[in-house]
């Protein structure tokens, strides 16, 4: 059985993407694989974000060469330099949002 969704969410979801498609400052970056290559790579979904397209080698890499800790550097590297680019980046979302916020209750 399937769970029906819910209306509420769905427009507040609506709602959000909306305001971040307004958004000409923050865009997000491009997603370089599909859906269906990060579930074919077995991808869990907390880790299906815009540095896929490295975690899909990366991942490949680690069990070629059975979870080396010295090993897949170079690709281990440029994952948690798109990681913290992604954080960087939701970062400055929030701060806009906040200051959003301020100005537009005052």
């Not at 290559?37 to 979904?45: F, K």
């Not at 010295?70 to 913290?84: G, I, N, P, Q």
Request: hydrophobic share 30%.
């Amino acid at each position: 059985m399937v769970t029906p969704i819910k209306e509420k969410p769905m427009a507040q979801l609506a709602e959000l993407r909306e305001i971040n498609e307004s958004r000409s400052d923050l865009d997000p970056p491009e997603m370089k694989v599909t859906r269906e290559q990060m579930r074919d790579a077995r991808v869990p979904l907390h880790f299906r974000d815009y540095c896929a397209h490295i975690l899909i080698p990366l991942n490949d890499c680690r069990h070629q060469t059975w979870f080396s800790p010295f090993k897949c550097t170079d690709l281990r590297h440029a994952y948690e330099k798109c990681e913290f680019d992604e954080f960087q980046r939701r970062i400055r979302i929030a701060q806009k949002e906040r200051e959003d916020a301020k100005s537009g209750g005052d």
